[in-house]
């Protein structure tokens, strides 16, 4: 079955402790994306990745990293949490040059 | 800047009305136009999508609308059902690419049986 697959689904953490998101897919897709998603600003970007090694910023990329060390793999790296980060958090990938998104099931991140 | 402005927020309606759902854009480089589906606790789904270059595009009970000219497009369901109670996310990007695209900012249906 064709998903992308994230890990933790639910998290709750404190400010300052280092977290992982992790974002694996199936399809062999060469772009791959995070977003947050916040009531009444609908999702937003965080960071994207056109291809193994290749990752750019999106709209929201503060206090959060990324790395593209595999074509399938995608994590999303917090260093030092805070408390505005405490969101929905979604990954999702494409074929390159493809405006059809597949998402995964979202993570929902707490960080007190 | 929010590029996609999406109303309503939230909309109710009865079994087999007809919601609609409008966004306007400011890009006129924008050349892609999707709406996403999202159930709950479930990640955003492409429903259907639409370029400028047709001003209507249908599959099945989903209907975009699209106005080049006013930059804006809208989604419209028939004969609604409760299982179409969702968010709704309309989409633009350039180049169609999925790099590019910018959400509003989602309209939650509500389809009362």
């Known amino acids: 079955e064709a998903q992308v697959t994230q890990n933790p689904r639910y998290l709750i953490t404190v400010t300052g402790k280092k977290l992982t998101v992790t974002c694996s897919q199936n399809?062999?897709?060469?772009?791959m994306s995070w977003y947050r998603q916040d009531p009444g600003l609908g999702l937003r970007q965080i960071y994207y990745?056109?291809?193994?090694?290749?990752?750019d910023k999106g709209d929201v990329p503060e206090g959060y990293k990324v790395s593209r060390k595999e074509k399938r793999n995608f994590p999303l790296i917090l260093e030092s949490p805070s408390p505005n980060q405490t969101s929905l958090y979604f990954c999702a990938s494409s074929r390159q040059g493809d405006g059809e998104l597949f998402f995964g099931e979202g993570s929902r991140l707490t960080v007190l | 800047q929010q590029q996609v402005k999406q109303s309503p927020q939230s909309l109710i309606v009865q079994k087999g009305g007809i919601p609609i759902i409008n966004c306007a854009y400011e890009?006129?480089?924008?050349?892609?136009f999707p709406w996403y589906q999202q159930f709950p606790g479930k990640g955003p789904a492409l429903l259907i999508a639409i370029r400028p270059d047709v001003s209507e595009k249908k599959e099945g009970r989903f209907t975009i609308s699209f106005n080049k000219s006013a930059k804006q497009f809208s989604l419209h369901i028939m004969d609604s059902q409760p299982g179409d109670s969702a968010t709704y996310f309309c989409?633009?990007?350039?180049?169609?690419?999925?790099?590019?695209?910018?959400f509003g900012s989602g309209t939650q249906l509500t389809v009362l049986p």
């Open positions: 990745s056109m291809n193994v090694e290749v990752t």
């Open positions: 890009n006129t480089a924008f050349d892609y």
């Open positions: 989409a633009a990007s350039m180049m169609s690419s999925a790099r590019q695209l910018t």
């Open positions: 399809m062999n897709h060469e772009y």
